[in-house]
């Protein structure tokens, strides 16, 4: 969370009551609204009167590295149910909508905090499109490269997010977001869990996340929890007694297994040169699935630009750049 400047609104209003005006003055900045109120009776007396308040609260939708917050990357394909799980887990506080549609690789991402639990939950957008929409371009590098510099600091836990396809365990956007999360950023030191949706009408429905682990763990997705569920909250069907139950199941069941399994202590994946390796992997992963990229990614010039633009100091962006030079 950056530090800004303390922002004064001022609002004048000119009232009058029986045989009194009086003129509001309200100054708010981002702790108080203070207003002050000049009355002049019709005799000519004057008033004022100062009077303070505290400003209501709004959700807080910043970074929270400084307040300490433990932090959990949400990651998924669109339409896998991140939004959905991400209005469950806060009681709707920031009223996600909902997508129905892939956007391509954007590699965009937004924080929501949950002050009472100390979370903030990192929402990524895009990221599950590896293997379809359009090849990136440098502001999605940079999108990229700016979500990975966040996590310099630690992270605490990694939850992935797929919708229950039958039997089909080996999808391909589950692949892609455990190799560049799991695998490449994580180094597999970060705990992980598998949230999966699209379970209401399912028996035996909190039991079959745990019940099909060892079949993700053949597939080469292993996770220390699975939880099997559902976020759903719109629809002709979502407020059917059935789902309203199990979606208050499903809350339940993975704030259990956050507080379970969440690291107590930020893992440091960066440590020593790792930086280099985490940027080298994940870029390399992209290559693999995106050839034309490699025009992007092996220009020095263009990539030092995209790191210094991403948050990088110039002698460290060029750094970065040409340990991503393209091997002879």
């Given amino acids: 969370m950056t530090d800004t400047a303390s922002t004064v609104d001022v609002t ?4 009058s009551e029986s ?16 207003t002050l109120t000049e009355r002049t009776a019709e005799s000519g007396l004057r008033e004022a009167v100062f009077t303070e308040e505290p400003r209501a609260a709004v959700p807080d939708q910043s970074d929270g590295e400084e307040s300490g917050y433990r932090k959990v990357v949400v990651v998924g394909p669109s339409g896998a149910g991140k939004s959905s ?3 469950l887990l806060t009681e709707n506080q920031y009223k996600i909508k909902v997508g129905d549609g892939a956007r391509g690789v954007t590699f965009e991402s937004q924080s929501y905090l949950v002050p009472s639990r100390n979370i903030e939950l990192i929402d990524t957008v895009g990221v599950g499109e590896v293997h379809r929409g359009t090849v990136p371009n440098a502001e999605s590098l940079e999108n990229l490269i700016k979500l990975i510099h966040g996590f310099e600091k630690g992270l605490h836990l990694f939850l992935m997010v797929r919708r229950h396809a039958g039997g089909n365990i080996r999808q391909t956007s589950d692949h892609g977001n455990y190799e560049i999360f799991i695998e490449a950023i ?7 869990l598998l949230a999966v949706t699209g379970c209401e009408f399912m028996t035996g429905m909190a039991g079959w996340g745990e019940s099909n682990k060892e079949y993700f763990d053949n597939a080469g997705l292993s996770f220390n929890k699975i939880v099997s569920g559902t976020c759903l909250a719109e629809g002709p069907m979502a407020d059917i007694d059935l789902v309203r139950e199990r979606r208050e199941q499903t809350k339940q069941a993975l704030w259990e297994a956050i507080d379970k399994h969440i690291s107590p202590n930020p893992v440091d994946v960066s440590e020593r040169e790792g930086m280099k390796e985490i940027l080298r992997n994940v870029l390399n992963i992209l290559l693999r699935n995106f050839p034309d990229l490699g025009s992007l990614l092996w220009s020095s010039d263009k990539m030092a630009d995209i790191f210094q633009r991403a948050g990088y100091p110039l002698k460290e962006a060029r750094r970065l750049a040409s340990h991503l030079q393209k091997p002879k």
């Fill in 12 to 15: 004048t209003s000119e009232l």
């Fill in 19 to 34: 045989s009194t005006t009086f003129t509001e003055v309200t100054l708010s900045d981002t702790d108080t609204t203070t």
């Fill in 85 to 87: 799980l991400i209005n």
């Fill in 186 to 192: 994580g180094r597999k030191k970060v705990p992980s």
